[in-house]
């Protein structure tokens, strides 16, 4: 039996409720220390955007949510635990403080991780017992979404721990970067600092507002970086001649006053309130929640094409995916997927399109055609089952966030022939809500044209069909 994991979460603000809903959602049980009175409303609030947007990213359900608790003392909290990601305030000493009320409490073999910007491991080590059990793993907001872990250890990190540390983040979906050095910020804080840097310049000298500035990165080169990052995206940018051609031709820009890098303005009162002021009138009319549902939702729009693509974060996605599929078990009906709808699967009448039931009714019928031997390996050795006919019919909306289940039966199996009676349901309260009568034929992939199944994908078939004759869905 697969050991159920804990995390210990130690601050449970933006960034440490997020870390609470990764691990929660990918079925750890957590445990969470925050002696800030509203601290279970406001993970709450975080669990609840978390619930609704990170299953919409799988085309399979999660695992079963684990189980979360509020305690009153870190050593309780971290008593057992797996994983301690500690999440307080930027301040060296408030952290060395937690350090050793964790290291008296917690596990040797524990993995403690800082979600710190900008402290380097080695000062975080300081004066701590065990001085490679801490690690810098320095996560995005929204954790629960975006990816990206920097973890960065020290020369006194143990690399059978640091590695165990890897493997652990990459089976809750996420991508640790090692980084080589440590250095003040990491990685990526110092590229959004030179940014920042630039934008504040960009407002203060009144070139552009903070609309027009976020404008700028939404509509261009954003998009780029989101799919390919910096140094591909210039790569392309050089043609055929490739990245020495960009390098030879745009590299003496870098000698020109085009930025103050080194440089930045001072936030006077009055430039804070001019940012302020920008920053109002440009998304001041929505609430933070909804300004976290609507980045939540662009992201799992991005997020699954580039799922699609198999590129960038989809990759991660779709590999993280196949540890979530389930085998499919006998049973009448079959119990042939299982998923959330995702916020790209909605029309302009804010429910699930037509051309998205064809799409869930035929990832439930791979999933039988696997069952009966007609999996990848069988597809890709020539033969597989293609679709002429299916007769969908629409019962209820079915909305973005919804949890839905797919229960098959096999009406007919023989010779050339499968046919699948779909049911979609509402996984809340068994509702159908749409059902599928999808006729296949099995094919030769080379002559696309059809043919016998191979004796023991037939025999499976009509085993299937002989079972499900007659049963009531």
Avoid at 199 to 226: H, M, P, S
Avoid at 347 to 367: K, L, P, W
Avoid at 403 to 409: I, P
Avoid at 425 to 438: F, H, K, L, N, P
Wanted: aromatic fraction near 8%; charge should be negative; glycine fraction near 8%.
């Amino acid at each position: 039996m697969t050991k159920k994991m804990t995390a210990a979460i130690i601050g449970g603000g933006v960034i440490g409720g997020g870390w609470a809903a990764r691990f929660l959602l990918n079925g750890w049980d957590v445990r969470i220390f925050d002696p800030d009175p509203e601290a279970q409303r406001k993970i709450g609030e975080v669990l609840d955007n978390a619930r609704h947007a990170l299953p919409m990213l799988y085309d399979y359900a999660m695992p079963a949510e684990g189980a979360l608790t509020f305690h009153e003392t870190v050593a309780e909290t971290v008593a057992g635990a797996d994983w301690i990601q500690e999440s307080v305030p930027e301040r060296l000493d408030i952290k060395h403080k937690v350090y050793a009320e964790i290291q008296g409490a917690c596990d040797a073999a524990a993995i403690i991780g800082s979600s710190t910007s900008g402290y380097k491991p080695s000062e975080l080590q300081e004066g701590a017992a065990r001085l490679g059990q801490i690690m810098v793993c320095h996560p995005f907001n929204p954790v629960y979404l975006l990816p990206l872990i920097e973890v960065v250890a020290t020369d006194a990190s143990d690399t059978a721990t640091v590695d165990r540390a890897a493997e652990m983040l990459t089976a809750v979906g996420l991508y640790p970067l090692r980084v080589r050095k440590e250095i003040d910020a990491h990685i990526a804080d110092r590229f959004l600092e030179a940014v920042w840097r630039e934008a504040l310049w960009l407002v203060k000298d009144g070139i552009a507002t903070t609309e027009e500035i976020d404008n700028a990165i939404r509509y261009g080169f954003g998009i780029r970086w989101a799919q390919m990052g910096l140094f591909e995206t210039y790569r392309v940018a050089g043609g055929e001649a490739g990245m020495k051609h960009f390098i030879d031709q745009f590299g003496p820009c870098l000698k020109w006053p085009w930025t103050k890098l080194m440089d930045v303005p001072e936030l006077t009162d009055e430039l804070a309130q001019m940012i302020a002021d920008q920053s109002d009138a440009q998304s001041g009319h929505l609430t933070i929640r909804q300004l976290e549902r609507k980045r939540d939702g662009n992201l799992i729009a991005m997020m699954r094409a580039l799922k699609q693509q198999g590129n960038a974060s989809g990759r991660l996605l779709n590999e993280h995916e196949k540890t979530m599929r389930p085998t499919l078990e006998a049973g009448v009906p079959m119990l042939s997927l299982r998923r959330t709808i995702p916020v790209d699967w909605t029309d302009v009448n804010g429910h699930m399109n037509e051309g998205r039931y064809g799409q869930i009714f035929s990832d439930a019928s791979e999933e039988v055609m696997a069952y009966v031997g007609a999996d990848d390996a069988y597809i890709a050795g020539g033969m597989s089952y293609f679709t002429v006919e299916t007769t969908t019919k629409y019962l209820a909306e079915t909305h973005a966030g919804e949890a839905v289940e797919v229960h098959s039966r096999v009406t007919e199996g023989k010779g050339k022939k499968l046919r699948c009676l779909h049911e979609m349901r509402r996984a809340s309260d068994g509702e159908v809500m749409a059902t599928c009568d999808q006729f296949m034929l099995h094919v030769s992939l080379e002559t696309r044209r059809t043919c016998e199944p191979s004796p023991d994908v037939a025999a499976r078939v009509e085993a299937l069909a002989a079972a499900h004759q007659g049963a009531d869905t």
